[in-house]
């Protein structure tokens, strides 16, 4: 398989499980045998300098968007950052829309769904966020249709989750789809996390 570059937007306030989960499972992911790693994951944000997420964590992103290298997933991560900063910023949105038609897959966690909704890309699609922000999803767009009770929606090329630790689930599920079963387990095996949902009714494929 060949390397895959995967993308995570930060900004201030992200919320830090939201990117830190994904960035550990995508790292962490290697082949069986050879022990390859299979995706180059990077952190991107609007401008070069240090962040500040949730809770006071200082992050330094590799790349700013005038810059980074072609991606193949982008992970958007939610928090307070999303709900109410960047949601209002036109750079990120504009930016998040323009990967859609350059990667793979888009996925968010948590409240980052407000933001690939507020880009127009959950219109007519099934979409997840934090059960404290499903409401608001409904009602600030109203053209998502919105799930409820389930760790993440898989509509092809989006995928939202649900809040925090449900970025991990969906990384697991995304690594099940482009790697394969044994590799997740591999990996959640050297994570010592439990993934039941990959046959759980809490998660979700929409063909």
């Known amino acids: 398989m060949q390397q895959q570059t995967v993308g995570i937007l930060l900004f201030n306030e992200v919320e830090v499980l939201d990117f830190a989960g994904p960035f550990e499972v995508f790292s962490l ?3 069986l045998v050879t022990e390859e790693k299979f995706f180059h994951v990077v952190t991107i944000a609007e401008k070069g300098e240090a962040l500040q997420a949730r809770n006071g964590l200082q992050v330094l992103p590799d790349y700013q968007f005038d810059n980074h290298p072609k991606l ?6 939610g928090g307070y950052g999303a709900e109410e900063i960047e949601i209002h910023n036109p750079n990120v949105i504009e930016w998040i829309l323009k990967q859609k038609s350059e990667v ?3 996925a968010s966690v948590c409240t980052g769904a407000l933001l690939l ?3 127009g890309m959950l219109d007519g699609k099934k979409a997840t966020t934090h ?5 608001r999803l409904a009602n600030e767009f109203p053209k998502v249709d919105v799930q409820r009770g389930v760790k993440f ?3 092809g ?12 689930n969906m990384s697991f599920h995304l690594l099940v789809r482009l790697c394969g079963k044994a590799v997740a387990e591999h990996t959640a095996k050297r994570m010592e996390y439990d993934i039941p949902f990959m046959e759980d009714k809490d998660s979700r494929r929409d063909q």
């Open 29 to 31: 992911a290697s082949d």
């Open 72 to 77: 193949d997933v982008l992970i958007v991560p």
């Open 104 to 106: 793979d897959i888009v």
């Open 117 to 119: 909704a507020k880009a």
């Open 131 to 135: 059960w404290l922000d499903l409401d």
């Open 153 to 155: 929606v898989d509509e």
């Open 157 to 168: 090329a989006l995928v939202t989750s649900g809040g925090i630790s449900a970025g991990i």
